[in-house]
Structure formats: C-alpha cells, structure tokens
Nanobody, 123 residues
C-alpha cells in the first residue's frame, strides 16, 4: 500500500488547512488510518485516527475540537481538516495505515504503511 499525503503549507494562526492521504491501488476497509506529526527535536505524536468501515474517529487531546478526520465515499482517501491552527501545530504530518483495528487506532507501533509526510507551518 502506498500512501501519499498532500495539502500542507504555511498558514497564519487561526487559519485552516486540509490534509489528504490517498492510497494508491488500495481501497481502505477494515483498516485503521492514523495521522501523526513530528516537530523538529520532538518525538512523533499520534494526532488522530479512524477505523474506516465503522467511520469511527479518535483524537488526541491536543487537537480534539479543532481537527476532524473524514474519508471519501470510495474509501481511497482520508482527510484531516485542521481548523483554528496554532503555532504549536507546526510539524511534518504523516498518515499511516494498517489492516487491523485496535483501541482508538492510536499509537504508532501497529501501523504498517506510512506516507512521505507533508509540512505544516503555522506562524
């Protein structure tokens, strides 16, 4: 499974961005798809996750109420809508997937496939 993120960029605090995670030659189903971020000098952080077939979504406390995960009807793209962005949201953002479900689709250890990342800068 190849995952490609897009939609990153530079935005002022309070602004919005929508990231996309597209799967090539694969249709999500019984998969967790997660969003992670890593800022320079910091550990990778789980931001949000979704279990595709159930359309259930989960969020880290740091982004709950500001970020929203969704999917397209074809189940080939997962989105991360980021609103009310803060400077501390600045990081490289990655999506990941795994053909499995676990509690809240959280953490990184069980994800198998990773995208290349897209940079988000909030000033």
């Amino acid at each position: 499974v190849q995952l490609v993120e897009s939609g990153g960029g530079s935005v002022q605090a309070g602004g919005s961005l929508r990231l996309s995670c597209a799967a090539s030659d694969y249709t999500f189903g019984q998969d967790c798809v997660g969003w992670f971020r890593q800022a320079p000098g910091k550990d990778r952080e789980w931001v949000a996750g979704t279990y595709i077939d159930a359309r259930s979504t989960y969020y880290a406390d740091s982004v709950s109420g500001r970020f929203t995960v969704s999917q397209d009807n074809a189940k080939k793209t997962v989105y991360l809508q980021m609103d009310r962005l803060k400077p501390e949201d600045t990081a490289m953002y990655y999506c990941a997937s795994a053909g499995d479900y676990w509690f809240r689709c959280s953490g990184s250890d069980r994800y198998t496939y990773w995208g290349q990342g897209t940079q988000v800068t909030v000033s």
